[in-house]
């Protein structure tokens, strides 16, 4: 089976970037999927028997809603762009309905983690999907310009297990409005707040051991190093915007091994790490229709009421 990708960003600038996170105290979202370690334990999140929510929800829905999506994007020839694309489990549902409704398909996923993008378009290759991979951070403004460079068919762009949230999800929409054209579509999906459940859903065990993988790699050990810490706030961009907030704070004196330098962590010290971002109800309709200048044609609520997903386009003179 033959792969193919495009790159943006390289494994020695994402090095880099590590590095100069952790000398700040920072651990961004892109490296908690960048280590085999992270990789596996991601994998096992999505798998165990207390799944991410916010994994099983989207892919719950996908299950059931493929087919309409499949039918409302009436393109017959149609480039499906994964922006977080992750493994790809969840696109190649929308794969297979689109093919089975008739289009031909291209995929393209988009993701910073070359062990995910490789299984994303290997998927694709399996159920008969021509694909390309672009290993690109979906943060940076620089890969939405090169997407709007080479965008040549319809596009069905996917940003799907709130992956919004993993972003700021205000600056991530503006550039997604300079990317969508009248003929293209976009499929996202967000978690609703909820104070009683949304923590609950990442301080678990599983959750935890993804959350502390990439410092895992680094050889700590967090029953005796320190201690990984969950909040919830409310987020200071926009009312009705919250944020699950986490960061490991170190119980000892730590020296830790980063790309041939040693990063000194005080007792006490916090690394900080990328928060996800979640929503009241008309808060996320706000972001999607002023800030994205989307008009929602559809739109799918899970079972338990605390996550939505839309298809939606540009709206006229956005």
Not at 50 to 68: D, F, G, M, V, W
Not at 99 to 128: I, N, Q, W
Not at 154 to 173: C, V
Not at 175 to 186: F, G, M
Request: net charge neutral; charged share 25%.
């Amino acid at each position: 089976m033959t792969i193919e990708f495009e790159t943006l960003v390289t494994e020695n600038q994402l090095a880099a970037e590590y590095l100069s996170g952790l000398e700040r105290g920072f651990l961004a979202e892109k490296f908690f999927y960048w280590f085999p370690l992270s990789v596996r334990a991601w994998l096992d999140l999505c798998n165990s028997s207390q799944p991410y929510k916010n994994y099983s929800r989207s892919l719950e829905l996908l299950t059931r809603h493929a087919l309409e999506i499949a039918a409302a994007c009436s393109a017959r020839d149609i480039e499906v762009v994964g922006l977080g694309a992750g493994q790809g489990d969840k696109d190649v549902l929308l794969l297979e309905a689109l093919r089975s409704s008739g289009k031909t398909v291209f995929y393209r996923p988009v993701d910073s983690s070359m062990a995910l993008l490789e299984m994303a378009v290997g998927r694709a290759v399996e159920h008969g999907c021509a694909g390309r991979g672009l290993k690109a951070d979906i943060e940076d403004a620089r890969t939405a310009h090169w997407l709007s460079k080479t965008a040549a068919r319809p596009r069905l762009y996917l940003i799907l297990g709130n992956s919004l949230g993993i972003t700021d999800p205000s600056n991530f929409l503006r550039l997604l409005r300079v990317l969508l054209r009248p003929q293209d579509w976009v499929l996202l999906d967000g978690e609703i707040f909820n104070p009683d459940t949304t923590l609950l859903g990442y301080d678990h065990p599983a959750n935890r051991r993804f959350a502390f993988a990439p410092l895992a790699s680094l050889g700590l050990k967090e029953e005796e190093d320190g201690e990984l810490i969950f909040t919830l706030a409310p987020a200071p961009q926009l009312e009705g915007l919250y944020w699950v907030q986490k960061y490991f704070q170190a119980a000892r004196p730590l020296s830790l091994p980063v790309a041939g330098k040693w990063i000194q962590l005080k007792e006490g010290q916090k690394v900080r790490m990328s928060p996800s971002w979640k929503y009241a109800r008309p808060a996320l309709d706000g972001l999607i229709r002023e800030t994205g200048g989307l008009s929602v044609a559809q739109e799918w609520v899970s079972d338990d009421g605390q996550f939505v997903m839309s298809l939606a386009r540009r709206q006229n003179g956005a």
